[in-house]
């Protein structure tokens, strides 16, 4: 069971997702230069909406270089720890597992946790506090005369009592997990092998369909407290932008969803729900106090695919780039896209068929000039995610029977 997803939004004057140089992303796609807003962008803004945090509760999960701190808090406020014993101890663990940076204070890399994950972690360490205490309260009784054959004996010792809790640790959680943006986008852990999460979802990066060309702000900013006769700015600078209409294209494999959170069905279509509706809603965060581009989705459409039907972007709907009105009459560029967007559904189903395919769509009224996926409309955005929840039902109960 596969679940599509695809998005038209289009966007006024923005700088959504910045290269390394400030300007917006961008890249060519049917031989002329397209707006681009990357994966990795996209994902964030929906696993960090509220919309997806709200819906999941406590089966989400933090990217942090600071694991330490969430982990200790749970240690002194779940285990009565004392909050520099527990400091030490979260340190030890997280240090253990992913290298502890003592210049920087943190991890050497990221570590993508659940929240269940960190309360493993605290029970973990307080199971076997004894073992533990004993290990590090052994290094810090050693005085500056002690030899470093017994300094090396001392850590060792803590070391391997640390490797204890990340092998049980990682035993009892191989290959599943709680924190549904996890199982979703997956995780990759090279000091840490046996935490690796096969993602579930694949995400595109999101393209203009029209041709984009850079534009760029000129700005200045003035000194309040300039005197009169002075009329030199503060500061002058640019910033690129440009306006593009995105379509945006993801697709959920609900097996390895269900499977990656240990066969939980349920919580599998409550994790769709959720990446649906963020999705609906997530808008990436860059330059937006700038910009203020908070313009909604105009076509929202959710595939599920079942019996092994082949999935289908629909990016080559886009091949030959939408044009925006050259003459009174022409269609505007958003409906131009939801028109490419459906020849090119009715392309593929006639050459592929559409057995096992079920799609729901919705299209703002303004631009809804649906001919070949007219059947598929639904009368709101939220109808949309309803509608991929009940047809999920069936396979949801399955394992429940």
């Excluded at 035993?171 to 092998?193: C, N, Q, S, W, Y």
Aim: charged share 30%.
């Amino acid at each position: 069971m596969k679940i599509e997803l695809h998005i038209l939004q289009n966007f006024p004057p923005a700088n959504l997702n910045r290269d390394d140089t400030g300007s917006p992303k961008d890249c060519e796609f049917g031989g002329v230069r397209r707006a681009r807003i990357s994966s990795q962008c996209r994902k964030r803004s929906i696993r960090t909406s509220p919309v997806f945090q709200e819906t999941l509760g406590e089966n989400i999960a933090i990217r942090t270089k600071q694991s330490d701190k969430p982990l200790a808090k749970r240690l002194v406020e779940k285990h009565g720890f004392d909050e520099d014993e527990a400091r030490k101890l979260a340190r030890g663990l997280v240090g253990k597992m992913l290298g502890w940076d003592e210049a920087k204070q943190c991890t050497k890399v990221l570590f993508y946790v659940g929240y269940d994950e960190l309360d493993r972690l605290a029970e973990l360490i307080h199971e076997h506090v004894d073992t533990l205490r004993e290990a590090l309260q052994a290094i810090e009784a050693l005085g500056d005369d002690a030899s470093k054959k017994e300094r090396e004996a001392a850590e060792k010792a803590y070391d391997t009592a640390l490797g204890e809790l990340v092998k049980a640790f990682t035993k009892e959680t191989r290959d599943h997990i709680r924190a549904v943006d996890i199982a979703l986008f997956g995780r990759m852990l090279a000091e840490v092998p046996g935490m690796n999460i096969d993602a579930a979802c694949q995400v595109a990066h999101a393209i203009s369909t029209n041709k984009v060309d850079m534009d760029f702000d000129y700005f200045t900013a003035v000194d309040d407290l300039n005197p009169k006769e002075e009329t030199g700015a503060g500061m002058i600078g640019t910033t690129g932008f440009n306006s593009a209409c995105f379509y945006s294209y993801a697709l959920i494999d609900a097996d390895q969803l269900a499977a990656n959170l240990n066969g939980d069905r349920a919580l599998a279509v409550e994790g769709i729900k959720a990446f649906l509706k963020a999705a609906l809603h997530a808008i990436p965060s860059g330059k937006q106090n700038s910009f203020a581009a908070q313009t909604p989705p105009s076509l929202f459409m959710a595939v599920v695919r079942e019996n092994g039907a082949m999935p289908w972007s629909l990016a080559n709907a886009f091949v030959e780039p939408v044009r925006g009105p050259r003459r009174e009459g022409d269609p505007g560029l958003v409906e131009a896209s939801v028109r490419a967007l459906d020849e090119h559904w009715a392309s593929l189903a006639e050459m592929y068929g559409t057995e096992g395919t079920h799609c729901f769509v919705k299209v703002a009224r303004d631009v809804d000039v649906l001919k070949h996926l007219a059947g598929a409309r639904v009368e709101t955005a939220r109808a949309v995610i309803d509608a991929v929840a009940e047809r999920l039902a069936p396979w949801s109960r399955e394992v429940a029977a």
